[in-house]
């Protein structure tokens, strides 16, 4: 969720900083597009920009939503998304970008069209920075509002949600500590109620949710798990992928990859002639740019190779295993992929239980985090379906009675935060957010197809928050609509300094009483 109606005030006050360098600005109209769908096959993102995480292909429609998640204000996320937008439109020519938070049409080509692409990116940038504009509105500025630009929200849902939101922020601190008072506690019960071999797993969980363990490790340790306890795994497909992939790891020798790469296209660039040899160029160029993904490119040099005349991976084992290991790691549903793990520690769990009040303690330990996470506003779909199922599980009192009635037995000694006596008034305040959060999915799918069919095109980019994705996917296959879900590259969260909250809240920084203070001086 995005703060809506930001578009046209900070682009106004853009024209006012450039005014005062001496600038001055033009109005263009931005063209639409009507050429059809491209083949998902010819779509790649570079990995510095971001990764695809889900798609799914209709044979039988023409048309193609790709749906960029959002995270809101972050700038690393929001400069990728800028960058995938920008390759998407100029080189995929999609021709509609829509975005949740907004309705209607999205003007920037008072800003746009400004002739000096140093300074008006500067300034664009800065308030990318400060959350005043995302991305994808990036985009559209440093593309001279060549493509249709567009919000798909509801004006009144999204003002209702974001109400909710900040409703939340006034209980969100008392939640924190109610919450936080309850795990500690609960902590405790397991270094004194858990078995050996149960402490050792939610350990290692713990130090892999800390970063002490790395992601690989911890799988091949969950791995050694369900083959001690004999557990079946043939359902946890992408798990298995994953176990496989990470073989193939350990029997590559990296350093060898590039050299190995090298002579492989050295060697096809003197068996190849014409358009073969051209089209090989130019992909390794592209690639060694950022201009294509590691997947694309590699899946080109393979069919290549297995094609070519006297060129064979025997003399390039090292570059094979390596396009081998590529390929199977994006053959994996990442998303999947973690709902598998979540699973796989359940079914280990219970292997490992050996009385009922340690199915308790792991019980509730699950759901003060789920609190935790509804009280932050920072549930995905799936958890908060399970939230809805067991509602009452979440009330204060399963908490309290627990503790109050076991601690003794355990000797163990604890305080109780006061805050947990207004909690289960604020859970339905804290729900209804999420109600009309999911109801927004299926008007930002809707608007975003009644947008397509109005100027007549087959591809469209939606750029909405990743809770939203579920949802989204969701009424796209009842539609029948292929789709593609992109994830963008972050390499910081910095929620510190994250200005999502004052953006919202209309919070003004230095610019915004800067801007003040010149439209004061002009009255």
Sequence with gaps: ????????????????????????????????????????????????????KDKYI?????????????????????????????????????????????VGRLET???????????????????????????????????????????????????????????????????????????SILDKFKQKAYNKKLLMLDNQIQAYKNEEVSFGEFTVYLNGLIAEYKIEKE???????????????????????????SKCIEKLSKRLKDEKLSKLLDMSLHFKTAGIGAVKFYSYLRKVVDNAYGVDFEDYTE??????????????????????????????????????????????SKNIKVLKNLASLKLTTGTLDYYRKNRS???????????????????????????????????????????LALERDKILVDNTINKMNQINIKQAILVAGG???????????????SYLVITPKVNELDEANNPYVSALLGKKDEFDRFYDMVMKNRK
């Design 319 to 364: 570059l094979k295993k390596y396009i081998d290991y590529i390929l199977a790691y994006n053959n994996i549903d990442h998303m999947g992929l973690f709902d598998e793990i979540d699973r796989i520690q359940d079914a280990i769990k219970n292997k490992q239980f050996m009385r009922e009040i340690e199915r308790d303690i792991d019980r509730l």
């Design 109 to 183: 080509a008072p800003f746009s069209n400004y002739p000096d692409e140093e300074i008006k990116a500067k300034v664009a940038r800065y308030f990318v920075k400060r959350g005043r504009i995302d991305g994808a509105a990036y985009a559209h500025i440093m593309n001279k509002s060549s493509f249709a630009f567009w919000g798909a929200d509801n004006t009144t849902l999204y003002k209702q949600n974001a109400e909710a939101f900040k409703g939340s922020l006034d209980t969100r601190a008392e939640n924190n500590t109610f919450c936080n008072n309850i795990k």
């Design 58 to 102: 209709n044979n039988y429609s023409d048309l193609l939503i790709v749906h960029i998640q959002d995270l809101h204000c972050n700038y690393d996320a929001q400069m990728s998304i800028y960058k995938m937008v920008d390759k998407l439109v100029n080189e995929h020519d999609f021709k509609l970008v829509t975005v949740e938070g907004s």
């Design 235 to 261: 359902n946890w497909r992408n798990f298995n992928k994953l176990i496989r992939v990470l073989e193939l790891e350990k029997d590559i020798d990296f350093t060898l990859v590039d050299t190995q790469r």
């Design 393 to 435: 599980a979440f009330l204060a009192s399963n908490f309290i009675n627990f503790i109050t009635e076991n601690a003794p037995r355990y000797r163990i000694k604890y305080t109780l935060n006061p805050a947990f006596r207004k909690i289960d008034a604020q859970l339905p305040d804290l729900e209804k957010f999420y109600s």
């Design 467 to 481: 809770f939203h994705t579920e949802g989204v996917i969701e009424a796209l296959k009842k539609k029948g609509i």
């Design 1 to 52: 969720m995005r703060k809506m109606g930001n578009f046209k005030r900070y682009f106004i006050v853009s024209i006012v900083t450039l005014c005062l360098i001496a600038i001055n600005s033009a109005i263009a109209i931005s063209a639409d597009g009507t050429q059809g769908i491209k083949s998902l096959s010819n779509l790649s993102i570079p990995d510095n920009y971001g990764t695809i």
